[in-house]
Structures are given as structure tokens and as C-alpha cells.
């Protein structure tokens, strides 16, 4: 390649450019055909949860400058694709697209593997090896795409590289001749391209794209794709089966773009077979799904689990996102991150996945959840100070009791899997159902049941998306550093989860409301959200969503003083619910280290504070008040089991220390009015608000 | 100017397959020729296991249906024949100012023949068979179906003719004056009735466009 970069001068710039573009144009074709859940088919108009860049995931409805490249407007990116630019190193580097059908025994494998399918292409393309390692189960590449550009003159490469040095002198007579020419090739590559986009429909794999993309139902096979930038040569054997059609090349000033399939023409051994009905893989999704009835969702919670981990359910779930008819439903990430947040007080963790998942500043996924935690765990330390006293009354205990001992886990699979905005009206419906309900000891059991596989699951999540931090003990120390920390930095922490909830809520600051799909939101807002609302209306308090459930519960139990806040968090650790908290605990104090290296996330989301977005914040306060004190009374009578999954770790994110400065300044002085009226009344949640 | 010419292969088809079978290829030729900015239609045929591409254009659209229906017509009485359907583009130029008005004419640079053999499935029958027509009734479903699976390949052939064709000849096409999504101007001529065979050629058609004959549509 000594000479490539030499002979890359050979081409004018913008012919250059046409060529990288074709590149691009090219794969992103044969992708959207060939890349299950990515394609322009079921695109549903929202951002591809599973895309760890945060470039080209939030603009997907409009035209996008890259539409306009050889006037052929193509469905969202595949995720595969927004690491492309990154990857490819010069247009002299022929790519190579292999279409692989798999066909798997276990469809479980399947589910593994198809969400991750970007960052495997992109491990691919760095390695570009191995292809065939795997070729001796059911895998077959069944198309080969090559796409290449041949620089025709590689002699001349030093001549017309001086030339292009120099270009002041000599580019001017040659303009016209070369905006001709680029004309010429601009035309005859689109209309290469036009031919790509019909070619990848007529061959045989687009059948089995289609199979796979339309039918609910799992498929015994797969379509894979790896991307190289050379290929593995086909044996003899392959090679014979091998149809070969090549798109007659363009013509460049300087070479020439060559594009060519190879393709198995029959597909009907391995196509035919009859797909098989659902799988228990798929069950979480349904599980999640807020279609379900909620305790059903809850017994299938066990099976569940291991998908999580893979994060399998991505995908299906970023298209159930887009056609959820819901009217809350934004296209931003963060909206649904927001969402995510308020609606799952008991979800922190998935939620925090969720956010990396979702949200166009996520591509640092480590950062991003350590950041959530740690803002959680110093606000939790923090809390306590704060107004708490108007969480802890007795705000109607029972129903969110209720509601936490069927939902938690719901809160998860829906965070784990979907970074949807889960469709709230039913969801709504079935709180509200359930608020009138005692608190039965069956449902704290359910809660404390619930809870447990909610813990497993946070620390699992935390693992894989950022550090380790199993040990129980490793993790308790962690947590007690960060009580520590918690109470020195105050001030900081605070800002950052004031900024966070800022953000979130301000960038949907009506759509609230509606949007949150979490079963407790319905009821949070039904009873004891509204009047919070209210109530802190008035002291313009701005910030309890930060607050970690455990804490807000333990103070609201016992009623603290609100100056308490140090002793509370001490009476935690002391109590039962340390034991119960360690996982999280761990996994909290193991994001917190990293966040403290994490840049802020959200810049661009940061906008001027709003009265309303204070009033969000307000609200999203109460919910988690509202779970906190639910799972309080659950969880301080019996076992503190039940709490370990309510960290509120999950929702806070950074935005800049402006904005949670200035918030800071509000809280404070939020705060000391509050402190003021608490002391004569403690406010209570559900009836307290003025 | 030379005129490209691309004679697509022959489909023997049933009149109820003309519809479909058209709509593919017309639908791709004009895609291939469509070189303003398009966000692609991905069109499942409804007889065919064939995903075919429109740009989304509805006055293209109209027109094809348009001139699918015609020829639909122009098949129903004229049964069992092989026909033409000619999708052509041209360029418009002023004509030298002559005594007959400033006229324009038009200059086709590509013209694409899709040839269509439309049979009478129970005609095709009988041609084969001598048995009686309750025999062939029985015959019928599975004959059918099999033709059906061997015109669907060969109109996917046809589809891989316009590919390559679209690929092998660039260097006709004229320069894009306008930013439309339909890049030139097209048409699409059908057999005329009064046109007792397939023989016709396309200059008929524009002397007679010119001249304003009753049957053609323009």
C-alpha cells in the first residue's frame, strides 16, 4: 500500500469523494437487504437501539445528506454501517461483503448472536479472518459482494499525484474537462447503484431476508454478513455452485469502480424448511412486552434472564419501539431515555443499559452507566439531607406495594430489552387497578422475590457493561466509600444528577406524563405525583428523582428529620438491606469509578432550565418517592430483599456542570424551605400536596 | 443520436399475468432511468415471488397503470398473440422553425420492447390435448402452477436482462437538464387497434401522435 496513498492523488478530490460515497452506498445497499432488523423494511422511523455510535442514530426521518449522494434515498443506516467510515483506510482497499446463511440447531444461538451482529461485523472487518472457521456448521456464504475501485494508472501515480501538489496551476485549465468527467462518472454511478438496488432484490437470499424480517416466528436460519477488505478464496467445489454477475464498471479519471456478485442461484435446500414456532428465547420479549399481563410476565421472569445478559432483545425490541403507536413516543434516545427513567424507579440498572443503548451520546457504554450509578449512589448519600421527610409519610403504601411486587421485574425486562417507551394507557390501566389493593404479605413476598433476580440481574448488567465488581465484600466497601464520598461531595454529585434529571425531563417536559410506561407512573401520577407536584411547586424543589430508593424508603419509614441524611444512610448500611444491597452496591461503587472519569454525556441535549423542567423533575421525584416508600414498607418490615433492587441507579446522567450548577443553586435553596414547612408537618406524598 | 434498443425476452404470459408482469418491468426500466433523487418503493409482486422497485413517483405510476389497462384492453380483443409494450425515452428538441409552427420533436435515445405472448390457458390446453375438457380441468391446476413457476423465473430473467443492459449502455444517456425525480421525458406505446400485428415500430406511433390519431393516448 506504499504507493496508495500516492496514487489517491491521481483522483481530484471530489471524484475521490464519489468514490468513498459509492463505497458506502454500496454496503449500506446490500446491508439493508441482507442485515436482518436494520433494513428499510421494518424500519419504523426510530434510531437503531443497537447502534453503539451516536452519529447517525437520531436523524433518521428526514433527508439526510447522505440520501442525497447518487440521488438514491435509502432507509436508516445499518448499524454495521455507522463503523464503516471508521474502519475503511483507503478506497483502494477493495470491500468484500460475504451474505452467510446459517442454519442452527439451537435457535437460542441465533438469538445470541443476530443483536450483536454490528459489533461482530466490525470485529470482523478489523480481522477479516476466519472466515471459514466456522464453515463446518451449517454456514454457507451464499452471495459475495466485491466492491472496488481500480486505480487504472498506478504508473503515473507520481505524476499526477505532483499534479495534484500543484494543483493551483494546473487544476483551473483542467476544471471543465474535470467536472465533465465527474459529471459522467456521478451519473454512471448511480445508475450502478440503481442496478445494486434491484440486483439484491431479485437474488434468492433477499427471499430469505424477507422470511426472516416479516414472520414473528423464529427462523431456523440466519442471515449473517461479514465485511473484509479481502476474500477468502471459495473452494472449487463453492466456486462451480457460484453464479457470477458483474456490474459493468465505471469509468473514473483514474480507474475504474467495479462491483460484482457471486451468488448460490438455489437457496431452496436450506430455505424451505418450515420455521418453527417461538421459542422460550423469545419469551422475554414478550415477557416484556406491556402488552402482557403483568404477572404473567412475571413467572416467565426466570427464563428470562440469561437473554438478558446478551442483550439479545435489542433489536426486537428497537422494532417494537418504532411501532408502538403510542403518542408519547419521541424519536430522540433521550426522550426515551427519560421515559426509562421515570417510569422504572425499580429498573435503574436496565434503564442505565438502556440509556447506552438508546442514546445517541452512548457510544462510551461504560461511561455512560458508571456515570448514571455514581450520580446515584452520591445522591443517595445525599438525599437524606434533603427534603425527605415529604417522601416518607405514609403516602398510600399499599398500592405501589402491589404494583412493586408484580412489576419490578417487568421494569427490568422492559429496560434490559427495550429501550421502548412502553405503551403507557394499559400499563396505567393495571396500577390503577391495582392501587386500592392492601398491601398483602404475599405481595411483599412477590416484591422480595422479584427483587432478587432484579439484584442478579443489575450485577450482571454492570459487569458486562462496564467493570467487575462481584464480591460482596468488594462491593460493600464500595458502597461505604461512596456513603462517604457521598456525604463530602454533596454538592457535586448533586449537581450532576440535577443536570441530569434537567435534561431528560426538559427535552420532554409535556410528553411526560403520558410517556412513562412503567406501571407505577400511572399511579404515581394518579395519587401521590400530582400532589408532590404541587407541593414542591412551591419550594420550587427541583431534584428528588436522584434519589436512591433504598435511602428515600429508609428515611420515609423512620420519619428522619431531614437533617438526618448522614445517619440514615448509616442506618442503611446497618440494617438488613445491606446485605440485600451488596450486588448493586458493588456494581454501583464499580460505575462510579468510572464515571468519575466520564466526560458528560449529553451536551447536546443540555438546554436552558425551564420552570417546567423543574416541574418534571418534581414528578419524576415523586414516582421514585412514591416506590421508594412502597418498597419501604415492603422491605423494612421483612427482609431488606426487597430493596435490592431499587437503587435508583440508573437514570442520572451528566450534562454540564453549568446547568447542574445553576439547578444546585435552586435545590438549595429549595431545600431550606422545605426544611422549613417539613418541620412543623411532614408532607405526605399522596395527600400532602398543598 | 443513437437510439438504444433493448428487446426483452419474450414471456408467455395469461392475461391476468400481463398486469403484474408489466408492472415489474416497466417499473424497473423507469427506475434505472430515473436518476433524480428517488427514495425507493420495495414493491412485493402479488403474483410473483419478485420484490421489484418503484420511485415512488405517483405520476409514473398513473401512467403505467394507465397504460397497463390499455393494453389489457387492447388484449382482450385481440386474444392469443404475441405483442409489444414499448417503454421509450427521448429528449425534446425545438425543431428548426418551419413553415408548420415551431414544432417540437422528440428524439428517442432508448426504447425497451417488452414481448409478451399472451395465451388462452384453455386454447394453449386443447393445442396440447386432445382429452376432453374435463380432463383438462384436472390437468389445469397443476399445469398452471408450473407455468406459473417458469414464468416467474423467466420474467426474473427479463429483470436480469434490464440490469445488464442498464450496466453495458451508459454512454446513450443524455445529459440530467432538470432535478425531477423522472429524469426524461418517456413514453409507453402500446399496440393500436387498428394494428392487425405485432410488427408495428415506434415511428408509427409518433407520426401518428403528431397526427393526432383517435386511439393513442399520448
Same mark, same amino acid.
Given at each position: ?66 440520501? @442525497? ?25 477493495? &470491500? ?8 442452527? =440447531? ?24 476466519d ?10 456464504? &451464499?452471495?459475495r459482494?466485491?466492491?472496488? +475501485?481500480?486505480?487504472?494508472?498506478? %504508473? ?25 468527467? +465527474?459529471?459522467?462518472?456521478y ?18 437470499? +433477499? ?15 440466519s442471515?449473517s ?28 479519471? %483514474? ?12 437457496l ?17 420479549d ?43 413516543? /419521541?424519536?430522540?434516545?433521550? +426522550?426515551?431515555?427519560?421515559?426509562v ?19 445517541? /451520546? ?62 403507557? =394507557?394499559?400499563?396505567? @390501566? ?6 386500592g ?8 413476598k ?25 464480591? =460482596?465484600?468488594?462491593?460493600?466497601q ?27 425531563? %426538559? ?32 419550594s ?44 448493586q ?59 435490592? %433492587?431499587?437503587t ?9 456542570a ?13 431545600r ?6 417539613a ?12 | ?11 408467455v ?51 403505467i ?9 387492447? &388484449?382482450? @380483443? ?24 415551431? @414544432?417540437?420533436?422528440?428524439?428517442h435515445?432508448?426504447q ?61 444517456? =443524455? ?12 413514453e ?15 415511428? &408509427?406511433?409518433?407520426?401518428m ?10
Open positions: 500500500m506504499g504507493s496508495s496513498s500516492c496514487n489517491l492523488f491521481s483522483e481530484p478530490a471530489i471524484i475521490e469523494q464519489v468514490i468513498t460515497e459509492f463505497f458506502t452506498k454500496s454496503v449500506h445497499i446490500i446491508l439493508e437487504t441482507r442485515s436482518p432488523y436494520v433494513s428499510s423494511r421494518n424500519y419504523s422511523g426510530e434510531q437503531f437501539i443497537s447502534s453503539p455510535s451516536p452519529s447517525s442514530s437520531s436523524s433518521s426521518s428526514s433527508v439526510r445528506p447522505r440520501d @442525497k449522494w447518487f440521488n438514491l434515498a435509502l432507509g436508516d443506516c445499518p448499524a454495521a454501517l455507522e463503523n464503516f467510515d471508521l474502519w475503511r483506510q483507503s478506497n483502494l482497499e477493495p &470491500v468484500v461483503i460475504d451474505v452467510i446463511l446459517t442454519r442452527r =440447531p439451537s435457535h437460542h444461538h441465533d438469538v445470541l448472536h443476530s443483536p450483536n451482529s454490528a459489533r461482530d461485523q466490525f470485529s470482523n472487518w478489523t480481522s477479516g479472518q472466515e471459514f472457521v466456522q464453515d463446518s456448521k451449517s454456514e454457507k456464504i &451464499v452471495e459482494w466485491i466492491i472496488q +475501485y481500480e486505480n487504472r494508472n498506478s %504508473g503515473n501515480a507520481t505524476k499526477e499525484s505532483c499534479s495534484g501538489a500543484k494543483k493551483g496551476s494546473s487544476a483551473n485549465c483542467q476544471s471543465s474537462e474535470m467536472s465533465a468527467m +465527474y459529471k459522467k462518472t451519473k454512471k454511478s448511480i445508475i450502478m447503484l440503481r442496478s445494486l438496488y434491484t440486483m439484491v432484490r431479485l437474488l434468492p437470499s +433477499y427471499k430469505v431476508f424477507r422470511d426472516l424480517n416479516s414472520s414473528g416466528q423464529i427462523h431456523p436460519l442471515l454478513h461479514r465485511i473484509s477488505s479481502f476474500a477468502v478464496p471459495f473452494t472449487r467445489e463453492e466456486d462451480a455452485e457460484m453464479n457470477q454477475f458483474g456490474f459493468t464498471p465505471v469509468d473514473t479519471p %483514474g480507474g475504474r469502480l467495479s462491483l460484482s456478485v457471486s451468488y448460490l442461484m438455489k431452496d435446500d436450506v430455505s424451505s424448511e418450515t420455521s418453527t414456532p417461538l421459542s422460550t428465547q423469545f419469551i422475554p414478550y415477557v416484556g412486552s406491556p402488552t402482557i399481563d403483568p404477572l404473567k410476565r412475571f413467572h416467565s421472569l426466570p427464563s428470562s434472564l440469561p437473554a438478558y445478559a446478551s442483550f439479545s432483545r435489542r433489536h426486537s425490541w428497537s422494532t417494537d419501539h418504532g411501532t408502538t403507536p403510542s403518542v408519547s413516543q /419521541s424519536p430522540s434516545p433521550t +426522550y426515551s431515555n427519560a421515559c427513567f421515570r417510569a422504572n424507579p425499580n429498573s435503574r440498572i436496565p434503564s442505565r443499559n438502556r440509556l447506552c443503548d438508546n442514546s445517541p /451520546s452512548a457510544c462510551s457504554v461504560p461511561n455512560n452507566a458508571s456515570m448514571v450509578h455514581r450520580k446515584d449512589t452520591s445522591f443517595d448519600e445525599y438525599w437524606p439531607s434533603g427534603p425527605s421527610p415529604p417522601f416518607s409519610p405514609s403516602t398510600s403504601p399499599c398500592p405501589p406495594t402491589h404494583v412493586s411486587s408484580d412489576h419490578p421485574q417487568n421494569a427490568l425486562f422492559r429496560t434490559e430489552s427495550a429501550p421502548v417507551n412502553i405503551p403507557l =394507557p394499559r400499563i396505567g @390501566k393495571n396500577s390503577l387497578l391495582n392501587q389493593l392492601p398491601p398483602s404479605p404475599s405481595k411483599v412477590g416484591l422480595k422475590q422479584g427483587s432478587a433476580p432484579r439484584a442478579d440481574v443489575k450485577t450482571h448488567i454492570s459487569t458486562s457493561s462496564t467493570s467487575h465488581m462481584s464480591s =460482596p465484600e468488594s462491593k460493600l464500595a458502597r461505604k466509600e461512596l456513603t462517604k464520598i457521598g456525604d463530602f461531595h454533596t454538592g457535586m454529585t448533586l449537581q450532576k444528577a440535577l443536570s441530569f434529571g434537567k435534561d431528560e425531563t %426538559g427535552n420532554l417536559p409535556g410528553l411526560k406524563l403520558s410517556s412513562c410506561t412503567s406501571p407505577r407512573i400511572p399511579f404515581s401520577r394518579s395519587s401521590s405525583r400530582l400532589s408532590f407536584l404541587d407541593e414542591f411547586d412551591d420550587d424543589f427541583a431534584c428528588p428523582f436522584a434519589v436512591d430508593v433504598e435511602d428515600i424508603g429508609d428515611s420515609c419509614n423512620r420519619i428522619e428529620p431531614l437533617d438526618k441524611q448522614g445517619q440514615t444512610s448509616e442506618n442503611l448500611e446497618s440494617t438488613g438491606l445491606l446485605t440485600v444491597r451488596k450486588s452496591d458493588a456494581a454501583v461503587s464499580a460505575l462510579v469509578r468510572m464515571l468519575k472519569n466520564a466526560p458528560p454525556l449529553h451536551q447536546e441535549i443540555c438546554e436552558p432550565l425551564s420552570s417546567q423542567v423543574i416541574r418534571d423533575e418534581t414528578g419524576n421525584s415523586s414516582i421514585e418517592q412514591n416506590s421508594c416508600d412502597t418498597e419501604v414498607v415492603a422491605a423494612n418490615p421483612s427482609s431488606a430483599a426487597s430493596v435490592a %433492587g431499587m435508583t441507579s440508573g437514570f442520572i446522567r451528566s450534562r454540564t453549568a446547568d447542574a450548577f445553576e439547578e444546585l443553586r435552586g435545590f438549595k435553596a429549595m431550606e424551605q422545605l426544611v422549613r414547612q418541620s412543623p408537618q411532614i408532607p405526605d406524598s399522596t395527600g400532602g400536596g398543598s | 443520436m443513437n437510439c438504444e434498443v433493448c428487446q426483452l425476452k419474450e414471456l404470459v395469461e392475461p391476468f399475468e400481463i398486469r403484474e408482469v408489466l408492472r415489474c418491468i416497466l417499473h424497473t426500466i423507469v427506475f434505472h432511468r430515473a436518476l433524480g433523487l428517488v427514495r425507493p418503493k420495495d414493491v412485493d409482486s402479488e403474483l410473483f415471488e419478485i420484490t421489484y422497485v418503484q420511485c415512488g413517483d405517483v405520476e409514473l405510476e398513473k401512467k397503470e394507465e397504460k397497463i389497462d390499455q393494453f389489457a384492453g387492447w &388484449v382482450d @380483443k385481440h386474444p392469443n398473440r404475441k405483442s409489444q409494450v414499448c417503454l421509450s425515452f427521448y429528449e425534446v428538441k425545438s425543431k428548426q422553425p418551419t413553415w408548420f409552427s415551431n @414544432k417540437t420533436e422528440r428524439l435515445w432508448e425497451w420492447y417488452v414481448n409478451l405472448h399472451v395465451i388462452n390457458p384453455k386454447a394453449h390446453g386443447k393445442f396440447r390435448h386432445t382429452k376432453a375438457a374435463v380432463d383438462h380441468g384436472e390437468n389445469s391446476l397443476e399445469e398452471r402452477s408450473s407455468r406459473r413457476a417458469v414464468l416467474e423465473a423467466s420474467l426474473r430473467e427479463v429483470l436480469f436482462q434490464i440490469i445488464k443492459f442498464v450496466n453495458e449502455k451508459k454512454d446513450h444517456i =443524455p445529459q440530467v437538464s432538470n432535478s425531477e425525480v423522472i429524469s426524461f421525458p418517456y409507453i406505446t402500446i399496440p393500436s387497434s387498428s394494428d392487425s400485428s405485432f410488427g408495428w415500430h415506434t415511428d &408509427v406511433f409518433k407520426r401522435l403528431q397526427t393526432g390519431h383517435p386511439t393513442m393516448l399520448s
